[in-house]
């Protein structure tokens, strides 16, 4: 079994120091002065720590968002190019049309 640990302050000089006292109680002197050490007091435990209180709502979590996917892009038509027999049937027809006029 642990005894508590106390604070002892010398009557005459003031000093303080830390003691672990035993079962076996006894008189105990300054090693400042020599004077005995009669008053004692106990150390103070440690506070349990709580959180600190918030007025403010708390973050809410959300799931993570889902990547939005990118639209595909229609593939550009070429243009067509002309067929070569449209191409000569134009400029022979042009032709007739210039003889008859």
Known sequence: MTYPAKIAT???CGSK???MLDKGR????????G???RQMKMLPKAAPSRP???HQPQ???F??????????RKPVKGKK???WFKDWAEDVFDLVEDIFD
Not at 26 to 33: K, Q
Not at 63 to 72: L, M, V
């Open 52 to 54: 600190a209180v918030t």
């Open 10 to 12: 010398c009557c005459h």
């Open 63 to 72: 799931a993570a968002a889902k990547p939005i996917p990118e639209k595909r």
């Open 81 to 83: 190019r002309k067929k």
């Open 26 to 33: 006894h008189e105990l002197a300054c090693a400042n002065c």
């Open 59 to 61: 973050i809410r979590q």
């Open 17 to 19: 120091a830390v003691l």
């Open 35 to 37: 004077a005995p050490l």
